[in-house]
């Protein structure tokens, strides 16, 4: 089992502020999703990426396969943000061996 | 609307009941899955299915049944609810390594 490991647990920023969720992991993976969820919501995919970066909106997903690290920041950050993040990592091909992290919770204030 | 859909919202049932929740997908992604989310735990595999009658269990699959007679359903059945059984559940297909997540069944077994 992939122990997937997010840092920090809480957030709290204000709006505007540049954050930065973690996200690491202990064995090789042929992907890496990031996902999020608000309160009482379902949860939706913002990223599946295995190389590189990706970049959505004020959103970007950054990995480090060397190093078994990812990161998702959010520019320019907006108190419709807050949510919970989730970082899951897959081992095969089909994608069903989702490994996840238990969550960061953000909390952006006006 | 395509996507995936689960029913109920939300439900409460007592224990030793049999309780059955429903997903439904509009595409014809081959894998599925059910999860339940929990507080400190975050989100645990409970079944997947990787075709119409192909089905196998995940991390946490005790007291629980599902069924793939057709591609786009994958009901889970909680055969006799225990009060450990309370949780969000959620159900998502996979098509290509990405995911998509239904809008969550919240139970409360009592």
Same mark, same amino acid.
């Given at each position: 089992?992939?122990?997937?490991?997010?840092?920090?647990?809480?957030?709290?920023?204000?709006?505007?502020?540049?954050?930065?969720?973690?996200?690491?992991?202990?064995?090789?993976?042929?992907?890496?999703?990031? $996902?999020?969820?608000?309160p009482?919501?379902?949860?939706?995919?913002?990223?599946?990426?295995?190389?590189?970066?990706?970049?959505?909106?004020?959103?970007?997903?950054?990995i480090?396969?060397?190093?078994?690290?990812?990161?998702?920041?959010?520019?320019a950050?907006?108190p419709?943000?807050?949510?919970?993040?989730?970082?899951?990592?897959?081992l095969?091909?089909?994608?069903?061996? $989702?490994?996840?992290?238990?969550?960061t919770?953000?909390?952006?204030?006006? | 609307?395509?996507?995936?859909?689960?029913?109920?919202?939300?439900k409460?049932?007592?224990?030793?009941?049999?309780?059955? @929740?429903?997903?439904?997908?509009?595409w !014809?992604?081959?894998?599925?899955?059910w999860?339940?989310?929990d @507080?400190?735990h975050? =989100?645990? @595999?409970?079944?997947? !299915?990787?075709?119409?009658?192909?089905?196998?269990?995940?991390?946490?699959?005790?007291?629980?049944?599902?069924?793939?007679?057709?591609?786009?359903?994958?009901? =889970?059945? =909680?055969?006799?609810?225990?009060? !450990?059984?309370t949780?969000?559940?959620?159900?998502?297909?996979s098509?290509g390594?990405?995911?998509?997540?239904?809008?969550?069944?919240?139970l409360?077994?009592?």
């Amino acid at each position: 089992k992939n122990e997937v490991e997010q840092s920090p647990q809480n957030l709290t920023a204000q709006e505007g502020e540049f954050i930065t969720i973690n996200c690491s992991y202990s064995v090789g993976i042929s992907a890496l999703h990031w $996902l999020q969820q608000h309160p009482g919501g379902g949860i939706v995919s913002l990223f599946m990426l295995s190389s590189g970066k990706k970049k959505h909106g004020r959103l970007i997903a950054t990995i480090n396969i060397q190093e078994k690290h990812s990161s998702l920041h959010i520019t320019a950050s907006h108190p419709r943000d807050s949510a919970v993040y989730i970082c899951a990592v897959s081992l095969g091909n089909s994608g069903y061996e $989702l490994n996840f992290g238990k969550g960061t919770s953000l909390l952006v204030t006006p | 609307d395509a996507g995936i859909t689960q029913s109920p919202r939300y439900k409460i049932t007592e224990t030793g009941r049999q309780v059955t @929740l429903m997903c439904h997908q509009t595409w !014809s992604h081959s894998y599925m899955f059910w999860y339940r989310q929990d @507080l400190g735990h975050g =989100l645990r @595999l409970i079944y997947y !299915s990787a075709a119409a009658d192909i089905t196998d269990k995940g991390e946490v699959p005790d007291g629980y049944v599902v069924s793939r007679s057709k591609t786009e359903n994958f009901p =889970l059945t =909680l055969e006799s609810a225990t009060r !450990s059984q309370t949780s969000v559940y959620f159900c998502a297909s996979s098509s290509g390594g990405v995911y998509t997540f239904g809008s969550g069944t919240r139970l409360t077994v009592v």
